[in-house]
């Protein structure tokens, strides 16, 4: 499983777009819910936990797919809105923003009980 992100570094008002990419290394197909209601995307800087996608999910949906053996599959990309999360804030019309300026960021996706590498953007 790895992360996806749509650009190495995003300038001032530029929005993320993160997805992930599975691929069924086995010699048998499988079924894989790759959904918004199984997915998890963090994006973290450094030990800071800085925007959780379940946090606020509404309307969380199944993507239940068959992975072919030996091929990859990649979900539907999210939007990130450049904004710091947890579930106190889900009400807020504008939550704090993530510090830009150059700021690193790694973005991480569990899935079903499997976490993939962080992949790494800055923010301008």
Avoid at 54 to 74: I, M, N, R, Y
């Amino acid at each position: 499983m790895q992360a996806v992100v749509d650009a190495e570094a995003y300038a001032e008002g530029e929005l993320p777009q993160f997805s992930v990419t599975l691929k069924n290394t086995s010699d048998s197909p499988c079924i894989i819910d790759i959904g918004t209601a199984s997915q998890v995307y963090t994006v973290m800087s450094g030990s800071d936990t800085i925007w959780v996608s379940t946090h606020c999910q509404v309307e969380p949906k199944s993507q239940v797919v068959e992975l072919v053996a030996g091929k990859d599959v990649s979900a539907p990309a999210i939007e990130w809105s450049r904004e710091r999360s947890n579930t106190s804030t889900c009400d807020d019309e504008q939550r704090p923003a993530a510090v830009a300026g150059g700021a690193y960021y790694n973005l991480t996706v569990k899935i079903g009980g499997i976490t993939s590498d962080p992949v790494y953007f800055t923010l301008s």
